[in-house]
């Protein structure tokens, strides 16, 4: 029997992983799959046919460390998705290159570290009275705020500390994600596969189940599928899993939120067919 490792945490306590819903469909393809922390000390990739980054929810504490490990197992083993695209998918800022290519994306400005005396300008600047600010690597909404004019004075001192010398990004706020809410599509070895609909909960705009984000199982819009197969192929790389996040705009059409190539939950648990779907394309892709 094969074995592919799953890159993982050492605890996924708090965390909603749904990874292990794999295990049956890959055994039944002759596939052992086993979680393994990124921080082991003590696994020989080697032993591994594969190893897929998973649910590393916490590379962002340690990003040098984190790519020091991805540069190891690559040189012992098959890595996917594979390193070059993982290490731009790291920082946001590869929305840039996205958006040079003729993607839609959220209007954004970029800084690289914070300044109390121009933060008022930033609401100007995106012509909105609510910004998101967030740093460019991060994951599950980690140190994303929420800011509007009135409470931007109680808001500066965390900011300060925070981002002081770490690059972010600034947002306008989608009022959309709280009336419809964010789309993730998710597609294996380049083939579509299912999406979701996630809404925050009452009184929040963050959309990851770990803050009480709900999801619905939908059937994408046509012209948001052509959206995704589009910055697909402006990525022209092999991929064997991508979560494109959308969100609708004022003009009823769809801006990128994210492109995650990288660590996303891709929500077996939605759509029990994904699950063999997944198994299947990764078993082909092996060979």
């Known amino acids: 029997m094969r074995k592919v490792a799953f890159l993982s945490m050492d605890s996924l306590e708090g965390y909603s ?64 998705n594979n390193i070059e695209i993982l290490k731009w998918n790291m920082d946001k800022k590869y929305l840039i290159d996205l958006e040079e290519k003729g993607v839609k994306i959220v209007t954004s400005i970029w800084k690289e570290k914070f300044n109390d005396t121009e933060v008022k300008h930033y609401f100007d600047l995106l012509n909105a009275d609510e910004i998101i600010i967030k740093p460019t690597v991060s994951a599950s909404a980690f140190n994303t705020f929420r800011i509007n004019r009135s409470n931007l004075d109680t808001h500066i001192s965390i900011l300060d500390t925070i981002f002081s010398n770490t690059p972010f990004i600034l947002q306008p706020f989608i009022n959309n994600i709280i009336k419809e809410g964010e789309y993730s599509l998710f597609y294996f070895g380049g083939e579509f596969s299912h999406a979701i609909l996630k809404t925050p909960k009452q009184n929040d705009f963050r959309v990851q189940e770990e ?20 910055i697909l192929k402006e990525i022209q790389t092999n991929l064997l899993y991508a979560r494109i996040d959308f969100v609708r705009t004022n003009e009823n059409d769809f801006a990128l939120m994210e492109l995650e190539l990288i660590e996303p939950s891709l929500y077996f648990n939605m759509d029990p067919q994904s699950q063999q779907f997944f198994a299947e394309v990764f078993n082909k892709w092996m060979k």
């Open 211 to 230: 803050h009480g984000g709900i999801l619905k199982l939908v059937q994408p819009e046509e012209e948001m599928k052509k959206s995704a197969e589009k």
């Open 17 to 80: 992983c749904y990874d292990d819903l794999l295990i049956d469909p890959l055994k039944n393809l002759n596939w052992q799959a086993d979680t393994v922390s990124w921080k082991s000390k003590n696994t020989n990739w080697k032993d591994y046919d594969c190893v897929i980054v998973r649910s590393t929810w916490d590379y962002q504490d340690s990003p040098k460390e984190f790519i020091e490990v991805l540069e190891n197992i690559k040189t012992q083993t098959r890595l996917e």
